[in-house]
């Protein structure tokens, strides 16, 4: 489920970047250490070369570090503002349900589907009944 999130990715194939850091030095072939400021005290300061990117030109996809509030887990934590649709996918022997959530966080807003049952029990306000 989304709503709890590990620090640098957000959904498949959707990562989140912070910063820009400085570059401190070269740690061996692929790494490389970052100057961090004191917020991100409990992040490692070291990170492979795949996890760096060398220009982010679209800012939307920056998220501020002032924003970011980390846990000694190193996640942060997204809040649902709406459920938005819903849909059943029926398999051989079951039928789950999915709901498609817009998530803020901050300045950003996204859209993805999540299964029914965890959003229901983690987020019950967001599933009002008519009447």
């Not at 570059?23 to 990170?47: D, N, Q, T």
């Not at 939307?60 to 649902?80: A, C, D, F, G, M």
Request: charged fraction near 30%.
């Amino acid at each position: 489920m989304k709503g709890v999130m590990r620090f640098g990715k957000q959904g498949k194939l959707s990562p989140r970047f912070i910063g820009p850091y400085r570059i401190i030095r070269k740690v061996g072939r692929v790494a490389y250490a970052l100057e961090l400021p004191s917020g991100l005290e409990s992040v490692h300061s070291v990170f492979h070369v795949s996890m760096l990117r060398k220009c982010i030109r679209d800012p939307s996809r920056v998220v501020p570090i002032e924003n970011v509030h980390i846990t000694k887990k190193l996640s942060y934590e997204e809040t649902p503002i709406a459920i938005l649709d819903r849909q059943v996918h029926k398999l051989r022997t079951k039928e789950v349900a999915s709901v498609k959530v817009l998530w803020r966080n901050k300045n950003r807003e996204e859209v993805t589907w999540e299964a029914e049952d965890g959003m229901r029990s983690k987020y019950p306000h967001l599933f009002h009944t008519p009447g």
